[in-house]
C-alpha cells in the first residue's frame, strides 16, 4: 500500500487552471522526485497536499495510508505527517534553534518553558542526525546550508513519515549538499517518504527512485529513475508547441547600445556568496536579448545590479554606445536611457493608492513636467500617449492604479518607462499573472519598440515567450552563464538544458 | 487649496465635505449649550482661528513628514527651545526683533535637518530619533531658561501674536483670495474644454463655496478686531503647504516615497534626499510656530509648546493622513486643527473639566479614525 496517493488533483485560480487532474504516489522510504518547469504546478500541488489549499479550494482525492484526508489547515497535515521544507527559510532567526524545533510546541509545565528539556531533546535530535549544531545558536547566525538541516530536524521532531523539500539545494555548498544527502539517505531507511523538486537534474537523478514530470498542470509522466534519462526528462518538461502568437519578428540589429562585461552581484545576507558570478552580454538597437533561466538563476539580480539598485555589493563594468559608464544609483541609470519594468509590479512598480497618471509620470517627472513645479496639464499631454498606444483599459487617468487588472497595471508600468525615453529597456517576467489576452498585447509591443530601435532585455520564466520573442538568448543557471544561442540556433530542450546546467560544452 | 485633481481624488473630496459637515456640527452643538450662547460670536471665533494657528503651523509641516512615511515627535520641544533663543536673543542679549527671529528659525531649521539626517542618512528610524529630540529639546530649553521665564517687551514681536489685521487689508487679501479661486477655476474650465468635457458652468459653481467662505470668514473677523496675525501666517503657511504637496516635484515625491519606497527608489527618486529635506521643511515651520506661541504669551517658558507634537499629529489622522504614508492632504491637516482647536475652545466655554477634556479630545481620535478605517474597508 502507498504512503501516500493523490488522485485527479484539480485546482483553478481566478481564469487560470493550475492542476489539471495530476495524479501522484509515494511509498514509505521512497525518494520520488517532481520536476518540470516553473509554473508547471510543482508549488501548488504541494500546497494542496499541506493544507495551504484547504479541502473544499480543490477538487480530487488525497489518501495517507489507505485512508482519505482531507485537511483544513497546515496544522492538519502537519499531524498527518507531513512536513515541507520550502524555498524560503522559514526559521525564526532571532531564535535559538532549540527553540525553532520545537516552535509553538515548546515543552512546559504550567505554561512556563522547560528549557532544560527543550535544550536536551533539540540536541538529541541535531546528533540523530549527525550534526554538530549547538541548539542554543541563534538561528540567523548559521549559514544557510545548516539553517535548512535544522528544518530538516524540526520536520522529524514532528514524526513527519512525508517529507516535502523544495530546491533545497539551492543555496547550499557542495559539502553541504552532501551531508544534506547522507542524511536523506538515513530518513529513506528509516521508511520516510520524499517528495523531492528539484530543477538539478544530476541531483534528481543520483537520488532518486521514481521521477514524475508535471507540464502546465498535468501529470506527463512517472518513471523509474533507472528506466530513464535526462534529455529524456527535458523533452517531456518543454514539449509543447511554439504556438503562433509571437509573430516573426522584423527586427533590424543596429549598434551596440548596452555592453555589461563581468557583472558579479554577492548576496544581501551573505556577502560572500555570488548570486551573479562573471556574467556579460551586449545587446544592439533593435534588438530583443532573452536572458533565460530557472528561478533563482540570478537573472533579476543581473538586471537590477545593472540599474544600480542592487543593495548588495556588486561589481559591473558598463559600456553604453561604445563609451565607458557608471551608474551608481536608479538616477543614473535613468539618465543613461535605462528604463528597468521591474518584477514583480505591486511591490516595485506601482505605487497602488495613487492614479494612473501620478504612477505614470513618476520616473519623468521632472522631463514631462517643470524641473521644480508640476504642471498637470502637461503630465496629463505626456501620458495621453502611452495611454493610447498601449490601450490601457481605464475610465480615466485619474483612476487608482491598484483597481486595474493585472495587464492593465503591467501596461501602466511599461507607459511610465517609456516616458523616460530610454535607450534601453528591461523587462523582468513582463507578462507573469496577466490574462492571456493582454500577454499577446504585450508581445505586440515589445516586437514595435524593438522595430523603433529600442535595445530590449527580456527576462522571462516562460520558455515559449523567451523563444518567441528573442533575438538573441543568454542562459543562466545558478548565477553562471552556461550558454548562448542566435534566433535560429535555440531550440526549448537547448535552452533547457542549459539552465538546468546540463550543457555538455558549455564554455563561456 | 483648491486645485487639488491629483491627490484629492473623488473619494477625498467627499471626505473633505464630509470633515466640514462635523465641523459645522460640532460648532452648532457647542454654540447651543455654551452658557450664554457665545460659540458662534465673532469674538469667539477670532480667538478660536487664533488657538489653532500654532497648532495649524506644525500641522501643515507634520502632514508633509506623515505623507513621506516619516513622523516627529520633536516639535513640541522643538516649539520650547527656540521660543526661548528668540527671548533669549532679544531679553539677555540686547539684540532687535529680526535677530531673534532669524535665530530662532535658523534654529529650528537646522534641527529639523539634523534629525532628518539621522533618520534618512544613519537608518535611525525617525520615530526614535525624534523620541530623543522630544526630550532633548526640552532640556536644551530648560537649560537655556535656567528654568524660568523671559519676557519680551517689544511690541511689534509681540504683534506677531497678538495684534490684527486692519479690516481694509482684510478685505484687500479677500478679494485677492476671491480672484485667485476664480482664476483656477477658469484655467480648469479651459483645461476641461481641451479634454472634451466643457464645463465652465460647474467649475464656477464648485468655486462659489470656497469664494463665499473666503468672505464670509473675512467679515467675521472683521467684526471684531480683524484678522489675527498669527491667523494670516497660519493661511499664508497652509496654502503654501497646499501648494508644495499638489503642484511641485518634491512634494509628489513626497507622496511617491510614503506610498511606495521600492517603487520611488526604482523609479529615480533620492529618497534620503527628500526626507532630509522635509524635515527641514517642519523644523522651519517650527520655528515660525515658536514665534508665534512666544509672542502671544509675551515670554518665553521652559515648557512651552508641550504636547504640541501629538495635537499636530492628531490634526494630521483626523484629517486623513495615513501614518504608514503615502496619504494625507494639507486641507484634510488644516481642518484636523481646527477641529482639535474648536473642542479645546469649545469644552473651556462649556466649563468642561480639565481632565474631562483630555480624555474627551483622546477618546475622539480614537473614534475618529476608527469610523474612518471602516469606512475606507467598505470602499
Known amino acids: 500500500m502507498p504512503l501516500l496517493e493523490m488522485y485527479d488533483i484539480q485546482k483553478d485560480f481566478p481564469g487560470v487552471r493550475a492542476l489539471d487532474g495530476v495524479t501522484f504516489t509515494l511509498d514509505a522510504g521512497e525518494f520520488h522526485a517532481l520536476v ?27 489518501v495517507i495510508e489507505g485512508r482519505e484526508v482531507s485537511f483544513s489547515g497546515i496544522r492538519d497535515s502537519e499531524n498527518a505527517g507531513i512536513a515541507i521544507i520550502f524555498q524560503e527559510l522559514s526559521l525564526v532567526k532571532e531564535l535559538s534553534v532549540g527553540e525553532n524545533i520545537f516552535l509553538g510546541r515548546a515543552p512546559s509545565r ?45 520536520a522529524l521532531s514532528r514524526d513527519a513519515r512525508i517529507l516535502v523539500l523544495d530546491e533545497p539545494t539551492a543555496a547550499l555548498t557542495d559539502a553541504e549538499v552532501e551531508t544534506l544527502f547522507h542524511i536523506l539517505d538515513g530518513l529513506k531507511a528509516r521508511g520516510v517518504g520524499m517528495i523531492y523538486i528539484s530543477h538539478r537534474l544530476d541531483e534528481v537523478f543520483r537520488m532518486s527512485d521514481r521521477i514524475t514530470v508535471l507540464r502546465d498542470g498535468r501529470t506527463v509522466a512517472t518513471h523509474a ?79 537590477t545590479a545593472i540599474f544600480g539598485a542592487w543593495q548588495g555589493r556588486y561589481t559591473v563594468t558598463l559600456e553604453l554606445a561604445g563609451r565607458p559608464i557608471a551608474i551608481k544609483d536608479p538616477r543614473d541609470a535613468i539618465r543613461a536611457g535605462i528604463g528597468f519594468v521591474t518584477e514583480d509590479r505591486k511591490r516595485y512598480g506601482l505605487i497602488l493608492d495613487q492614479t494612473i497618471l501620478d504612477n505614470m509620470t513618476l520616473a519623468a517627472l521632472k522631463r514631462v513636467s517643470g524641473r521644480i513645479f508640476t504642471s498637470r496639464s502637461d503630465e496629463r499631454r505626456a ?20 483597481t486595474l487588472s493585472g495587464g492593465n497595471q503591467q501596461k501602466v508600468v511599461l507607459g511610465k518607462w517609456l516616458l523616460t525615453e530610454p535607450r534601453v529597456l528591461f523587462l523582468d517576467e513582463p507578462t507573469r499573472g496577466i490574462d492571456v489576452g493582454a500577454k499577446q498585447e504585450i508581445y505586440a509591443e515589445i516586437n514595435k519598440l524593438a522595430e523603433t530601435g529600442l535595445a530590449i532585455v527580456l527576462v522571462s520564466s516562460e520558455l515559449p515567450e523567451v523563444l518567441g520573442l528573442s533575438d538573441r538568448i543568454v542562459v543562466l543557471h545558478e548565477g553562471r552563464k552556461t550558454g548562448e544561442f542566435t534566433r535560429a540556433e535555440a531550440t526549448a530542450e537547448l535552452v533547457m538544458a542549459a539552465a538546468t546546467g546540463h550543457y555538455p560544452n558549455a564554455n563561456f | 487649496m483648491s486645485e487639488s485633481k491629483s491627490i484629492l481624488t473623488n473619494r477625498a473630496a467627499l ?38 494657528a500654532v497648532t495649524g503651523v506644525i500641522a501643515v509641516g507634520m502632514l508633509m513628514v506623515i505623507v513621506s512615511g516619516q513622523i516627529d515627535l520633536s516639535v513640541g520641544s522643538i516649539i520650547g527651545f527656540a521660543g ?51 526630550l532633548a529639546w526640552r532640556g536644551a530649553a530648560k537649560w537655556l531658561l535656567g528654568g524660568n521665564t523671559i519676557p519680551v517687551s517689544d511690541e511689534i514681536f509681540k504683534g506677531i501674536g497678538n495684534a490684527n ?35 465652465l458652468s460647474r467649475e464656477l459653481a464648485k468655486a462659489a463655496f470656497p469664494a463665499a467662505a473666503i468672505v464670509g470668514f473675512i467679515a467675521i473677523m472683521n467684526a471684531w ?73 509675551g515670554s518665553a517658558l521652559p515648557d512651552a509648546g508641550t504636547l504640541k507634537e501629538l495635537d499636530a499629529i492628531a490634526a494630521c489622522v483626523i484629517g486623513g493622513a495615513s501614518l504608514v504614508g503615502g496619504r494625507g492632504t494639507v486641507f484634510g491637516a488644516c481642518l484636523g486643527a481646527l477641529i482639535m482647536a474648536s473642542l479645546d475652545n469649545g469644552m473651556s466655554l462649556v466649563g468642561v473639566r480639565d481632565f474631562m477634556q483630555d480624555i474627551i479630545k483622546g477618546s475622539i481620535l480614537v473614534i475618529a479614525v476608527g469610523l474612518d478605517m471602516a469606512g475606507r474597508k467598505q470602499s
Open chain 2, 165 to 199: 489685521l486692519p479690516a481694509l487689508y482684510g478685505w484687500i487679501v479677500a478679494a485677492l483670495a476671491v480672484a485667485v479661486v476664480f482664476f483656477a477655476a477658469f484655467r480648469r474650465a479651459r483645461m476641461a474644454e481641451d479634454e472634451g468635457t466643457s464645463g
Open chain 1, 110 to 154: 504550567f505554561g512556563v518553558i522547560d528549557w532544560t528539556e527543550l535544550y536536551r531533546r533539540a540536541a538529541e535530535l541535531l546528533r540523530g542526525l549527525g550534526l554538530s549544531i549547538d541548539p542554543r545558536a541563534k538561528a540567523g547566525s548559521l549559514g544557510i546550508g545548516q539553517q535548512q538541516l535544522v528544518e530538516i530536524a524540526k
Open chain 1, 383 to 402: 501620458a495621453s500617449m502611452p495611454m493610447r498606444s498601449l490601450r490601457i483599459k481605464a475610465p480615466s487617468v485619474e483612476t487608482v492604479a491598484g
Open chain 1, 225 to 303: 529513475a533507472a528506466d530513464t534519462n535526462k534529455d529524456a526528462i527535458i523533452a517531456e518538461m518543454v514539449g509543447r508547441e511554439v504556438t503562433d502568437i509571437f509573430p516573426e519578428p522584423k527586427h533590424s540589429l543596429g549598434d551596440v547600445v548596452l555592453r555589461a562585461e563581468s557583472v558579479t552581484v554577492f548576496s544581501e545576507d551573505e556577502p560572500d556568496k555570488r548570486i551573479v558570478d562573471d556574467v556579460s552580454f551586449d545587446v544592439r538597437a533593435g534588438e530583443v536579448l532573452g536572458i533565460a533561466g530557472l528561478m533563482g538563476a540570478g537573472r533579476s539580480e543581473l538586471l
Open chain 2, 15 to 52: 471626505r473633505a465635505y464630509a470633515m466640514i459637515g462635523v465641523l459645522a456640527a460640532i460648532w452648532i452643538l457647542f454654540h447651543a449649550i455654551t452658557p450664554g450662547h457665545t460659540f458662534l460670536t465673532p469674538r469667539n471665533l477670532s480667538n478660536l482661528m487664533t488657538q489653532t
Open chain 2, 84 to 134: 526661548g533663543i528668540s527671548a533669549y536673543v532679544m531679553t539677555e542679549m540686547g539684540y532687535p526683533m529680526t535677530a531673534a527671529i532669524i535665530a530662532a528659525v535658523v534654529m529650528s531649521t537646522a534641527i529639523g535637518l539634523f534629525q532628518g539626517a539621522l533618520a534618512a542618512y544613519a537608518n535611525i528610524p525617525s520615530f526614535i530619533v525624534t523620541l530623543g529630540g522630544l
Open chain 1, 36 to 62: 518540470g518547469e516553473n509554473g508547471a504546478g510543482k508549488s501548488t500541488l504541494m500546497k494542496v497536499l499541506s493544507g495551504v489549499y484547504p479541502a473544499g479550494e480543490f477538487a480530487g482525492k488525497i
Open chain 2, 225 to 297: 478686531q480683524g484678522v489675527p496675525v498669527p491667523v494670516v501666517i497660519f493661511l499664508c503657511v497652509a496654502f503654501i503647504g497646499a501648494f508644495i504637496t499638489n503642484s511641485t516635484v518634491f512634494g509628489r515625491y513626497l507622496y511617491a516615497i510614503g506610498g511606495n519606497a521600492d517603487a520611488a527608489r526604482l523609479s529615480g527618486i533620492n529618497n534620503r534626499w527628500n526626507v532630509l529635506k522635509v524635515f527641514g521643511v517642519l523644523g522651519a515651520l517650527t520655528g515660525v510656530a515658536a514665534l508665534i506661541f512666544t509672542a502671544r504669551v
